[in-house]
């Protein structure tokens, strides 16, 4: 499905803030309220806007987090995979190229639970390497 500008600035304004009125949102785009509402439904039929979300001020979030870094061995990413999703301070993992070949992002309320879930993760197999990286503070989130 193709977007246009307006469907961009649309979606923007969303990532802002998705509770935003609908005709709030008709304002914001000098549109029609009628109008609006068939764009995002249309966005959302199309499978471009999958849903809207809660964003938890920082203080309720888990107090520590980390990225990890891997190196897996060859063909074992699927059960590497398989292996951190059973992890419930596992956030996002991303593969990537380079030197690295997941990044794994984790959530945890002690510095116990982020220990033992570092050292579950090491020990996974086909888990050739790892760098863990905590989040000290946050400086720029433009997550949304």
Known sequence: MQIDETDRTLIALLQENARMPVTKLAKRLDLARTTVQ?????LEQSGI???YAVRLNQNM???LRATVLLAIEPRS????LAKLDTHSNVMAVYTTSGRFDMIVELE???TEDLDKTLDQIGETKGVKSSESLI???TRINRHR
């Open 38 to 42: 068939a764009r995002l439904d249309r």
């Open 49 to 51: 806007i999958q849903g």
């Open 61 to 63: 979030r888990a107090p």
């Open 77 to 80: 990413a699927p059960a590497v």
């Open 108 to 110: 945890a309320q002690t």
């Open 135 to 137: 989040h000290l503070s």
